[in-house]
């Protein structure tokens, strides 16, 4: 086994996984271009094979030399500390791994499941949009219930779940939550702080991007989010 | 003598005109401001203006994103400086050396030199492009096909993986993984759908605003979050201490190698400044006597990154004007200011407007020299932002993120794009991987695989057309003997005793 680690081979596996996807998709697209006789396969193979040959090479470099940094690598490669820190932090194990992405299929669960439930009762109207408050009301209730048990976690899905939400409930009604949301999870929580520094950031965003440079935002496509966008851009132009 | 009289006849044009002076100060802090604040870049401040660009005349137009151009790259090197976080690509080398500076309490340094460096390399480039643009055009147009492009890339890319990753390896992986994001949407040749797994949103390509910020700004956001995880956050130190002219005089080989190098990429389509700053730190280790103390906050690196990418913006402005081809994702959104006032940039701007043409090299000159003023001026001001405690920054950084991905194009998805490449940003350099290869490999898949189709067209699909193009042949060499030397390393060659984590 040399040096290999069980994370090693994990990251050997993921690369090679995604390669094999890779190349069986490119079959999707396999079609003759007349005047290219590479077709529109050649190059994206050409890199699958490159990406093969170099998670292999990877896989090596591990069973000779562990986690060495290479010879032939400017030193400045290793000036990125983000290893480090989640080494210290204790964030390489498998259930850290397991808890960091539950919380991230939050997200795609309200990009998802909404629609399916929509779908299923053959809702129209306010119903959809009455659906959709209920599904984000619960997994906002979710994310809230795990994220004390995984900080890091949580301001990784934090972003994610606000880009989620942006379409149906507008910029101008998340962005507050949003900040005093990402202010916690960094350790912040003296609450006078957390509103004036809230108020202060929201206000600088709003007088610079829709004050002055009219740059249109989503306002959100659900009652009563549109009617708060809507009434905020009214009042700044 | 030509040359000296359009420039004069620019100048009074450029600074008789209020509103030409308007926006040329406008442009100038606009585009520090918007380079210099985490999480947004001059693209961003660029993006924003794009659709207001048609109400002003096309010289303003121009004029304004060729001066965003200048003073944006110069002002990315700030938060590549203090925050670690590039403002653009061509910034990332910057922060190899800049950010351990800052950890090491030398931030004011490694901006000061960032402001001489980038003001220096902008405008010799500026009189460079200004007294060679004809024969310089001449030559690029004749000697740089689709072969030779095509081969530079490669070289380039051959480059770029020594840098950034923990290995070998994980250097060409971080490059592949840029290059196939490129390949999604529709290829160069026949318009055919590829890897768009049925979502309309994926045939137009996923677009490198919204990836760039998400694997620069968004996954430094959470990097930071884990190391206050750990309780190790430590705000950078704080310093206004400028290098001195005798520090700057010593690394005068560096700054006049890094001109050259930034101006050669520059001049070639699709290249620009991003590689011209990989190639000038690459370039600048190359040639040092220490190499072991690049990386670790080494004043070298940050000159010839800086001079290299602000050397680059004068001699992009070349295959734009005369051959309509643009350099990099400022000079393409150019292309669009030209298009809302039905021109096309190439060679018959020259005969028809050649007053823009001059107006544009005049502010391009003046944006540079103006850095070295209001630079030192602002640069204490944003400095005064790291004593913001990181909380506080951390949900400002995100928002500003997002309004940047969300103005590019009006869509909710680039949002969701940017978080998810912050997202795999942040797992893939906790694994030793290379944020700024991937993003190389993104921008420059698309002209790689553009111009190899369009080489292979030309060669007739014939490998050996490649040996009587001798440009060509030698950058391929070139870049095949810098993977072998890599590779050679890579299995045979012991770990150098001095190369250590840093931290």
């Known amino acids: 086994m040399g040096k290999l680690r069980t994370g090693h081979l994990v990251e050997a596996g993921l690369w090679l996984g995604l390669c094999l996807f890779l190349y069986i998709y490119s079959f999707e697209f396999e079609k003759d271009i007349e005047i290219y006789k590479f077709g529109a396969t050649a190059w994206p193979r050409a890199i699958i094979l490159l990406m093969t040959i170099a998670a292999l090479g990877q896989l090596f470099h591990h069973w000779k030399r562990g986690d060495e940094v290479s010879s032939e690598i400017i030193d400045a490669a290793t000036h990125d500390d983000a290893e480090e820190a989640a080494h210290d932090a204790h964030h390489e194990d498998i259930k850290w791994y397991a808890s960091t992405f539950g919380l991230l299929l939050i997200p795609f669960a309200y990009m998802r499941i909404p629609d399916w439930i929509v779908a299923l009762l053959s809702a129209e109207g306010t119903t959809v949009h009455l659906i959709r408050i209920v599904c984000a009301a619960i997994l906002i209730g979710i994310f809230i219930y795990y994220m004390r048990r995984n900080m890091v976690g949580a301001i990784l899905t934090l972003p994610l779940f606000f880009a989620a939400l942006l379409e149906d409930m507008g910029f101008y009604s998340l962005a507050p939550f949003f900040i005093i949301g990402v202010m916690f999870l960094f350790g912040e929580q003296r609450p006078k702080p957390m509103m004036a520094i809230m108020a202060l950031i929201f206000g600088l965003l709003m007088l610079l991007f829709v004050k002055i440079l009219f740059v249109g935002l989503p306002v959100g496509n659900i009652h009563p989010f549109y009617d708060i966008g809507s009434w905020v851009v009214t009042v700044l132009q | ?503």
């Open chain 2, 1 to 503: 003598m030509d040359a000296f009289d359009n420039f004069l006849t620019g100048t009074i044009t450029l600074f008789s005109d209020p509103i030409g002076i308007l926006i040329f100060f406008g442009g100038v802090i606009g585009g520090m401001l918007f380079g210099a604040i985490p999480g947004v870049s001059m693209l961003t401040l660029a993006a924003i203006l794009l659709p207001f660009t048609a109400h002003l005349s096309p010289e303003h137009g121009i004029m304004l994103f060729s001066v965003i151009y200048c003073t944006g790259v110069y002002g990315g090197a700030i938060t590549a400086i203090l925050f670690n976080i590039p403002g653009a690509p061509e910034n990332a080398p910057t922060a190899f050396d800049g950010y351990p500076m800052t950890q090491k309490g030398q931030a004011g340094k490694a901006v000061g030199a960032a402001v001489m460096c980038s003001a220096l390399g902008g405008s010799i480039s500026c009189i460079i492009m200004m007294l060679a643009t004809a024969p310089i055009a001449d030559w690029a147009i004749s000697a740089f096909g689709p072969p030779e492009i095509f081969a530079l890339v490669f070289f380039g890319l051959a480059v770029a993986s020594s840098v950034g990753a923990k290995t070998f390896w994980k250097g060409w992986l971080s490059i592949l993984i840029g290059l196939m994001v490129a390949v999604v949407g529709l290829d160069p040749v026949g318009g055919i759908e590829r890897y768009d797994f049925e979502m309309p949103y994926l045939l137009a390509g996923i677009h490198f605003i919204p990836t760039i910020l998400g694997f620069f700004a968004v996954s430094e956001i959470f990097v930071q979050a884990e190391k206050k995880a750990r309780g190790s956050y430590n705000a950078p130190k704080l310093s206004v201490d400028f290098p001195s002219l005798s520090e700057l005089i010593a690394h005068k080989w560096a700054v006049f190698r890094s001109i050259v190098i930034g101006f050669f990429c520059g001049i070639l389509p699709g290249i620009g400044a991003t590689l011209a700053a990989f190639m000038g730190y690459n370039e600048a280790v190359r040639w040092s006597k220490n190499r072991e103390e690049f990386g670790k906050g080494k004043l070298e690196g940050v000159i010839s990154s800086e001079t290299a990418n602000n050397a680059a913006t004068g001699a992009a402005m070349i295959p734009l004007l005369a051959l309509g081809l643009p350099g990099g994702a400022l000079t393409a959104m150019m292309v669009g200011v030209f298009q809302m006032h039905d021109m096309e940039p190439g060679p018959l701007v020259f005969l028809n407007s050649a007053d823009l043409v001059w107006v544009v090299f005049a502010a391009m000159f003046f944006a540079n020299v103006s850095i070295l003023f209001v630079g030192f001026l602002e640069t204490k001001t944003i400095i005064n932002l790291l004593r913001i405690p990181f909380q506080f920054l951390a949900p400002m950084i995100l928002l500003l993120a997002t309004v940047g991905a969300y103005a590019v194009r009006g869509l909710t998805i680039d949002v969701i794009v940017m978080f998810l490449a912050g997202v795999v940003g942040f797992f893939l350099r906790r694994s030793g991987y290379s944020v700024a290869g991937i993003v190389l490999g993104l921008i420059l898949g698309k002209i790689g695989e553009q111009t190899f189709a369009q080489a292979m067209q030309m060669l007739h699909f014939e490998w050996s057309g490649y040996f009587d193009r001798p440009i060509a042949l030698g950058l391929l060499i070139a870049g095949i003997l810098t993977l072998c030397a890599s590779i050679y390393g890579a299995f045979f060659k012991k770990k150098h005793p001095t190369t250590q984590m840093t931290g």
